[in-house]
């Protein structure tokens, strides 16, 4: 019997792309979406996937309703704007939300399971903690635009199952700090590994924020690193399992500091130690999370149990991948 498509949002991303590879590795049928412009571009770090796979992303909702819906498997929708300092909250709304609801009530009229990219950026500064409960995701107070777009389609989902209204089998991700290899595009919205990396292979030095706060010390701030072969385990593990709906944090579940991470990334270069610390710019002190560290006990629930790689040697890898392109 003929494997169904995955069809793939944001698959000339970071993340889209890695779980485009997992799937070839898996024979399973995809459909690509994305700007085209991005998968021509991207050919450094990507390999650029057979042209009849692909989906401008701007053609796709009109190709959506030229597919066969017994055939699609999943829709797996990473596409998003990913840019936390985005402050166009119209932009936002038509782009993380509007777009998710449209994808959403395809699923559940067509009766297909639905993956999506939720946000830890939806905790705001962790008032309330970092528990993945649903019944808090109205109290959740983002520290952005970006942030409160992935609030607000979480909220409107939990709304749409109550009325009856939903896919089969769905679940949205709240992703922590992913980092890996295949992140160079994200240019400023690349993560910290990324840009350690090139810092110090250019200069030999490291730069880390300041601490604006008197509970940290400089690099001492703390966030959740998640590699992103882990993220795309947990991806593959919710749709073969298949995780019958929720939303679920996907960190490592232990927050590790900047300086960790910088001494990970010298370490895998072999090179001594510089780090600088240079202020937070104005513009970010007051949107920036401090700490975030994911309680992972409700995916550990689900099943899932297969453990997370260390942050040494995630950024080891990503390290001996990056040092390849050199």
């Known amino acids: 019997m003929m ?30 979406v994305d700007k085209l412009a991005h998968f021509q571009t991207r050919t450094s770090e990507h390999g650029l996937p057979d042209a009849s796979l692909l989906v401008d992303r701007a053609e796709f909702l009109k190709t959506l309703s030229t597919q066969n819906p017994a055939e699609i498997g999943a829709i797996i929708h990473i596409g998003a704007c990913s840019d936390t300092t985005e402050m166009r909250e119209d932009y936002l709304r038509e782009t993380n939300v509007e777009y998710s609801q449209t994808l959403w009530n395809y699923c559940a009229k067509h009766g297909i399971p639905f993956l999506y990219a939720s946000s ?12 993945d409960r649903e019944d808090l995701t109205p109290q959740l107070k983002p520290l952005n635009p970006y942030g409160e777009s992935k609030r607000a389609f979480d909220e409107w989902a939990l709304a749409e199952e109550k009325k009856g209204n939903h896919p089969p089998n769905w679940a949205g991700f709240k992703f922590f700090n992913v980092y890996g290899f295949g992140e160079g595009h994200k240019n400023k919205m690349a993560s910290v590994v990324y840009h ?13 924020f300041q601490s604006h706060k008197a509970e940290y010390k400089d690099g001492e ?36 500091t900047f300086l960790d991470l910088a001494r990970a990334v010298f370490a895998a270069l072999g090179k001594k130690e510089a780090i600088d610390f240079v202020p937070t710019p104005e513009s970010l002190r007051d949107r920036y999370q401090y700490f975030t560290e994911a309680p992972m006990g409700k995916l550990e629930k689900a099943g899932y149990t297969r453990g997370f790689t260390s942050l040494e040697q995630g950024v080891r890898e990503t390290v001996e991948l990056l040092s390849k392109l050199s």
Request: charged share 25%.
């Open 3 to 32: 494997k169904k498509k995955w069809i793939i949002t944001g698959a000339a991303g970071f993340i889209g792309y890695r779980f485009y590879l997992r799937a070839a590795e898996k024979n399973i049928p995809v459909l690509l």
């Open 120 to 131: 830890a950026a939806t905790y705001g500064a962790g008032e309330l903690g970092y528990e």
């Open 196 to 208: 350690a990396y090139r810092q110090i292979e250019q200069t030999g030095r490291v730069k880390l």
């Open 221 to 256: 701030q703390m966030r959740d690193f998640v590699a992103v072969s882990d993220v795309i385990d947990v991806l593959v593990f919710a749709l073969e399992k298949p995780i019958k709906r929720g939303i679920y944090n996907l960190g490592s579940g232990k927050a590790r």
